[in-house]
């Protein structure tokens, strides 16, 4: 029998978690696999380990209907998602290893057809459909605006309900709903921590499905794969756009190092962060009377002074 590890890196979200693991306890199987849950803890300083460990008896109580193998707990002290990742995969016994977010909605056919989207496809990596859940307090302006616009407060991959093979045109999977043969790994090693650094888990997906595409690997986007993601509309304050979007940067910046880009460079910069930094900080100011406009042009500002944060960072490290 085959076995499905699903790995939930875990930080500060125990309630959330509560959430995720009751859709796991749910899901179907078709007789051809059993699943197991694996939570890595990433250093969180709330009640995340009780939580998980009052769900073990619960999950080890599933197993007598022959579809799962126990829910089991690990922490890393290290901090950065790649970190609790790949300790999660270095513990996962599954051929399939199935990932998702600890602030998630697990639809109970989630697991069933991840799977089942490999036996059809014989594919490598698999890219689930992730839909918003916007919640009652959700400004209006969030919610008109196209979720795929959103990025930092709306967390969406929304290829339509139907199944195809992965194309250029597509963006890259996302953390809270992608999977891979265990095999991935020993080919093309783990999630690279350098995209890590914060305690913002941003960049290490994006690096990996670029890993796996320049590796030849077969990845499919199954939209009947589903999983729902509650938008967090204090991800819309000042402060925390200002983190997100700067740890977008500096990953963006970790990418653009490797693609080797011919550019102008001023201090270690490329000069165009230095002009785009400028642009966006004066126009920040005709944006003050819309909070719409007031985000865009904040994201743009941020992601600039991540990017340039990152390239005097290499720079340093270089003397």
Sequence with gaps: MRIVSVIIAAYN???????????????????????????????????????????IPRFSARELSGKCVGLRYFFEPTQGKAYALNHGIKEAKGEIMVFTDDDVLVDKNWILETVRCFDRYN??????????????????????????????????????????????????????????????????????????????????????????IKNNKILYYCGEAVIRHPVDVSRARFKNVARWNMALGRSAALREQEQDREFKYLFGVPQYLFCGVVTDFLCIFPSLFSQRELFYRLRSFFRKVGMI?????????KL
Excluded at 19 to 34: C, H, I, K, N, R
Excluded at 133 to 148: A, G, S
Excluded at 164 to 187: Q, R, S, T
Excluded at 309 to 317: A, C, D, G, H, N
């Design 123 to 212: 594919c490598d990596g698999v890219g689930g459909r992730v839909l918003p859940v916007y919640p009652d307090n959700t400004p209006d302006w969030i919610k008109r605006e196209d979720p795929n616009k959103m990025s930092g407060i709306v967390v969406v991959y929304d290829y339509g309900a139907e199944t195809k093979k992965y194309e250029k045109l597509m963006d890259e999977f996302i953390g809270a709903n992608y999977a891979f043969k265990g095999e991935v790994f020993d080919d093309c090693g783990l999630f690279r921590a350098e995209f890590s650094k914060s305690k913002v888990p941003v960049g290490e997906d994006r690096e990996f499905i670029d890993r796996l």
């Design 309 to 317: 944060l990152e390239y005097r960072s290499v720079k340093s490290r």
């Design 13 to 55: 979200r125990c309630g959330q978690l509560k959430s995720v693991l009751e859709g796991l306890l749910e899901q179907a199987t078709d007789g051809t696999f059993v699943y197991e849950v694996i939570v890595v803890d990433n250093n969180s300083k709330d009640a995340t380990r009780q939580t998980v460990e009052a769900y």
